[in-house]
């Protein structure tokens, strides 16, 4: 089950949630990269620092998600999509903004898969 969440919502969504989430970004070989960061929100944007690799994955892939897991089984998780850019000012400690373009939150798994 999902429930959309308006962009003006968002951020009331994400100080519920805190500051901490995933960030999943294409590699530049196409391969998922995540990682779990600090995010401050900017003029109605994510901004957040990230490694060199991560940032070339954001150039090359623009496309972005950021995840906050549910907390509990009675909670949903909230998941983010968005454009990335990178701002290289410091190029050790470069800066990724996330522009939101969608947003959900969706109910978990409440049941584990059968095990053999």
């Known amino acids: 089950m999902s429930i959309a969440v308006p962009l003006e919502e968002l951020r009331d969504a994400i100080e519920q949630r ?9 590699g530049t070989d196409s391969r998922p990269r995540i ?8 003029e109605g ?10 940032a070339l994955a954001v150039v090359a892939h623009p496309s972005v998600s950021v ?4 907390l509990d089984d009675q909670t949903y998780s909230l998941i983010v999509d968005g454009d ?10 470069p800066v990724l903004t ?19």
């Open 18 to 26: 805190g500051w901490f989430a995933f960030v999943a970004a294409s």
């Open 35 to 42: 990682s779990h960061r600090a995010l401050t929100w900017v």
């Open 45 to 54: 944007t994510l901004q957040l620092e990230v490694g060199r690799g991560t």
């Open 67 to 70: 995840l906050w897991p549910d």
């Open 84 to 93: 990335g850019s990178v701002d290289w000012v410091d190029p050790d400690r």
């Open 98 to 116: 996330i522009r939101p373009t969608w947003a959900v939150l969706h109910r978990s798994a409440r049941t584990p898969p059968a095990q053999d």
